[in-house]
């Protein structure tokens, strides 16, 4: 498997430090609105890279925080008049029902900063004891330049960002050494959320927060770090000084970064009035769709969002999925069960598109050449599956595209929707049917049920059932 990694500017094979296993770091989003269509692409992407890993075999933690203190939260607090934490809460709460809409997984662990405070005291005590922080008044900075390797991912020149700090003096941070250092703690302001530490109350600055929350779930060292290619400088420059610094040892091996996404070959931005939420494309779109139109450009592309190419993704994903639906009730009511000899040799040519879709994820997570892949594979099913095939070579066939699109977080097969009415009705008939000894039926009630992800549970007090 290749990987592009931001720290070298070039592919390189993927080894991981622990073999069989990955532990990946996604920097997740600033809570204090509803998310936009940008925030969705790293979340969807890297779920996608999240998703492949483990289609090909790896152990996958992933962890993935909410950033729930920060100027923004609490401007957003002030002017409604509630507290910070009560616009995090909520935020994070609507953050995981777009999440969910767009098939993104929910990470092993989602932490949030403000559950955290006590590790970054921890780290940036330590980093204060190995000279690499100081206290200024309060506010702790990294001391930048005594960190020897500052500008390796961004490939900066530390002489360079010096000239260009010159320039600007921002205001309340005269107290800093160099201009290069940055904020690791810093004093509250008047009605901001706080918390006590060795310097002042206050809160921690962004980047360490990652640095710790990385280290807490993951370890020292960890395989994977991604984000929004913005991200690159400063907040992951930052992060690699603080981690490098803290724990003696290389933080990520790797470093993924995806490309932005803009709207109608413009920036998006608020303040330019072409912003959108994922909820606002979810008043018009299945979510899929945005899923779908995120996965076909490479990710490390800058994407363009426009009306024709969201219709664009919503027909080919109807493609795929009406595929689906046909294969389904070509199974169902094809009269010839098992496969022929020829059929057998068609499964396997459908196998060299299998091979084919992996050397495309293979190589960086190629999701455009792999959703390529996809079609070609419902076009061969839509020619080969007649009449007069047999229900297995249907179903192998619908297994195959499923599996796929799975991996890419598509769902393909639309999953029966069953009211609770139905299922009460189909207990009933299930206890009527026992009592006349028709176990038979009984049987075929309940796998009925199960197909459509109900699991019924015998009790004394009854019948219980449950979701799948
Ligand atoms: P933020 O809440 O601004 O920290 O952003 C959360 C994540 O979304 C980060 O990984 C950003 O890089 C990413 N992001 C923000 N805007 C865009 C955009 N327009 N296109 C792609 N990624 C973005
Ligand atoms: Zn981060």
């Not at 720290?7 to 993927?14: A, G, M, S, Y």
């Not at 090909?56 to 509630?82: L, Q, R």
């Not at 899929?288 to 080919?316: C, D, T, W």
Request: with cysteine; hydrophobic share 35%.
């Amino acid at each position: 498997m290749k990987i592009y990694n931001t720290l070298t500017r070039k592919k390189e094979d993927f080894v991981p430090i622990e073999e069989g296993k990955v532990r990946m770091y996604v920097c997740g989003p600033t809570v204090y609105n509803l998310i936009h269509i940008g925030n969705a692409r790293p979340m969807i992407v890297f779920d996608t890279v999240r998703r492949y890993m483990e289609y090909a075999g790896y152990e996958v933690k992933y962890v993935s925080n909410f950033t729930d203190v920060d100027d923004k939260i609490i401007k957003a607090a002030i002017e409604e008049g509630v507290t910070a934490e009560e616009i995090s809460k909520r935020y994070i709460e609507e953050c995981k029902k777009d999440m969910k809409a767009l098939n993104v997984r929910e990470a092993t662990k989602h932490p949030l900063a403000t559950e955290e405070i006590e590790g970054m005291i921890e780290m940036i005590s330590g980093l204060v004891e190995k000279g690499y922080a100081y206290d200024s008044n309060g506010t702790v900075y990294f001391r930048t330049r005594k960190f020897k390797d500052y500008g390796k991912l961004s490939k900066k020149n530390i002489d360079d960002l010096e000239a260009g700090h010159r320039e600007i003096k921002v205001a309340g941070e005269e107290n800093k050494e160099d201009p290069l250092d940055f904020v690791l703690w810093k004093p509250k302001k008047e009605g901001e959320p706080y918390w006590k530490s060795p310097w002042s109350e206050g809160r921690p600055g962004w980047h360490i927060e990652c640095s710790v929350m990385s280290k807490k779930y993951l370890g020292d060292q960890i395989d994977i770090h991604a984000g929004g290619e913005d991200l690159i400088f400063p907040h992951h420059e930052n992060e690699i000084a603080q981690s490098e610094a803290a724990n003696g040892v290389g933080f990520s091996k790797y470093w993924m970064h995806n490309g932005f996404l803009n709207i109608d070959n413009k920036k998006m931005s608020k303040s330019l009035g072409n912003f959108f939420t994922v909820r606002d494309i979810s008043e018009k779109y299945d979510l899929q769709v945005l899923r779908f139109f995120m996965l076909s450009a490479h990710y490390r592309s800058p994407i363009n969002f426009s009306a024709e190419l969201m219709e664009a993704a919503k027909n080919g994903l109807d493609r795929i999925i009406t595929a689906v639906a046909n294969l389904k009730h070509m199974e169902e009511n094809l009269a010839s069960e098992t496969l022929t000899e020829d059929e057998k040799e068609k499964l396997r040519k459908a196998d060299e598109f299998v091979v084919k879709f992996k050397n495309a994820m293979e190589d960086d997570f190629n999701t455009a050449d792999a959703i390529s892949v996809v079609f070609e594979l419902v076009k061969y099913a839509n020619i080969n599956v007649t009449e007069s095939s047999s229900k297995e070579f249907a179903k192998g066939l619908k297994d195959s595209i499923v599996t796929l699109a799975d991996v890419l977080g598509i769902i393909a097969e639309k999953q029966e929707e069953i009211l609770d009415d139905e299922i009460e009705k189909l207990i009933a008939e299930r206890q009527a049917a026992r009592k006349e000894k028709n176990f038979a039926r009984a049987d075929e009630i309940r796998n009925e049920l199960l197909a459509k992800g109900i699991i019924l549970e015998d009790t004394r007090e009854g019948v219980k059932w449950k979701k799948a």
